[in-house]
């Protein structure tokens, strides 16, 4: 597909990152998913070797055949076949942030975005068997009010997604961010669930049209999964019917979504 930089569109910049943000790979999972069902062509790779420590985010040996090769950390943006979405995957990096961020704010200026949108997963006391909680925070009142999200009262260490949401919006560019719950006795589990919850997140509010039937078979599949696992296991059966009884009381409906940004507040603090 050839891509028109003069285009009149005001693309909406989607970005997710694997690591710190990503409990349960949902945001990326999330992604990916909307990489793929929007026929987007990747328009741009980042070279990793400026921003990784690769002691820490080590590359990885792959065989082909009887071919070996190395896949380096990644970060690309891709545009949808429509024109109507940047969406970024990547990996948080080491090194250099105000670099990287600059490089993705140059690109949200080349495409003239009107927003930016970062997709986080954080583990928190939720049960596996109700709806995935999801909570939006912006700093700008107007995006608050028109959809209804949350000032944080955040101070403290902060992910690749806070210092995104933070440079967008002192270069005048209106972000969001939102944030999906894991359930925190199958943190080592990826969260198909979760991601689908993000997913159906974004569509309400950019009015996406988007097939999500292979995420909700594979929500369905998650679910009796984890259900197997926690009939064995009688102190986290109790534990899950205890969350599940709080939320059937509305125990989290009561506490969205004030106490849900301090759990957002909590898991990054938990993270330094």
């Known amino acids: 597909m050839d891509i028109d930089d003069s285009s009149t569109k005001a693309p909406v910049m989607v970005i997710a990152f694997a690591g710190w943000n990503d409990a349960g790979g949902a945001s990326t999972w ?9 026929i987007a062509t990747e328009i741009l790779t ?30 690309t943006i891709s ?42 997963s954080l583990l928190a006391e939720v049960p596996h068997s109700r709806p995935v ?16 999200l949350q000032t944080s009262s955040y101070e403290g260490p902060t992910g690749i997604i806070g210092v995104i949401n933070q440079l967008s919006t002192d270069a005048g560019i209106p972000n969001m961010s939102f944030w999906a719950t894991v359930p925190n006795y199958v943190a080592g589990a990826e969260s ?26 594979a929500s369905s599949a998650y679910e009796r999964q984890i259900n197997q696992i926690i009939e064995g296991d009688e102190d986290t059966s109790k534990y899950v019917d205890e969350l599940e009884d709080n939320y059937d009381a509305g125990d989290y409906e009561v506490a969205s979504p004030e106490d849900f940004v301090k759990d957002v507040e909590n898991f990054l603090r938990d993270q330094d």
């Open 79 to 120: 545009l949808s076949n429509d024109g109507s979405l940047l969406l970024m995957e990547g990996v948080e990096p080491q090194l250099n942030w105000q670099t990287f961020t600059q490089n993705i704010l140059a690109e949200a200026q080349k495409y003239n975005v009107s927003m930016i949108i970062t997709l986080g």
């Open 30 to 38: 999330a992604i990916r998913s909307l990489i793929e069902k929007t």
């Open 192 to 217: 198909p669930k979760a991601a689908l919850a993000l997913i159906e997140r974004l569509k309400t509010t950019l009015n996406l049209s988007l097939n999500t039937t292979d995420l909700e078979i």
């Open 46 to 75: 980042f070279d990793s070797e400026e921003f990784y420590d690769f002691s820490r985010e080590r590359p990885t040996v792959h065989l082909d055949g009887e071919s070996r090769f190395l896949s380096w950390p990644k970060n």
């Open 133 to 148: 909680l999801i909570h939006g925070v912006s700093e700008n009142t107007e995006i608050n009010r028109t959809y209804g």
